[in-house]
């Protein structure tokens, strides 16, 4: 099973600032399979990036995503108050799918 | 718009069983894997496995095997999970989630159900 390991697991920033959200893997993975997600409060999860580094329908071009191997590293240029929330990162390349612990983006 | 609609929240007893259904807004139904996702309190996300609703294929995380069945009804474009023996580590939110193809991204919800296990 590949291990998916988030930090920080809270990052406090003020609107305006950039956000640097990581996910490292037990091993190797296939960045066509890392996907992201934004979870809200009371919310189902909503997907924000797939394939690593492709934006999903609705998300603002501040949200960009990267990496490779088992690195991977979703990036938010100017937070916005409606972005404050926890992300996940997820591998799909093997079974079990795996989800990182996440990681809380809260307010400053 | 697709959508996926889950059943309503549930109270159960250790040792009990439970089944939700996860019922999708379109018709070509068949077409995609549906898969369960389970949320204890506070906590993160955990696959427990997925069904392809177009021949009843089914996989369960190894976690999950034995306890889980995942079933459908394509008449009413409908897919459920029963799991069985429940303890209060199973009190949580399951959601269903929608992807293409085996190893595609969830990139449907259901709003989730919410499950608690009390004596």
């Known amino acids: 099973e590949i291990v998916l390991t988030q930090s920080p697991g809270t990052l406090s920033l003020s609107p305006g600032e950039r956000a640097t959200l990581s996910c490292r893997a037990s091993q190797s993975v296939s960045d066509s399979y890392v996907a992201w997600y934004q979870q809200k409060p009371g919310q189902a999860p909503r997907l924000l990036m797939y394939a690593s580094a492709t934006r999903a329908t609705g998300f603002p071009d501040r949200f960009s995503g990267s990496g490779s191997g088992t690195d991977f590293t979703l990036t938010i240029s100017r937070v916005e108050p409606e972005d404050f929330a926890v992300y996940y990162c997820q591998h799909s390349g093997s079974s079990p799918r795996t989800f990182g612990q996440g990681t809380k983006l809260e307010i400053k | 718009q697709v959508r996926l609609v889950q059943s309503g929240p549930e109270v159960k007893k250790p040792g009990d069983s439970m089944k939700v259904s996860c019922k999708s807004s379109?018709?070509?139904?068949?077409?995609?894997?549906i898969h369960w996702v389970r949320q204890a309190p506070g906590r993160g996300l955990e696959w427990m496995g997925w069904i392809n609703p177009h021949n009843g294929a089914t996989r369960y995380a190894q976690k999950f095997q034995g306890r889980v069945t995942m079933t459908m009804d394509t008449s009413i474009s409908t897919v459920y999970m029963q799991v069985s023996s429940l303890s209060s580590d199973d009190t949580a939110v399951f959601y269903c989630a929608r992807t293409d193809d085996d190893l595609d991204p969830f990139d449907v919800w259901g709003q989730g159900t919410v499950v608690t296990v009390s004596s």
């Open positions: 379109v018709y070509t139904f068949d077409v995609y894997y």
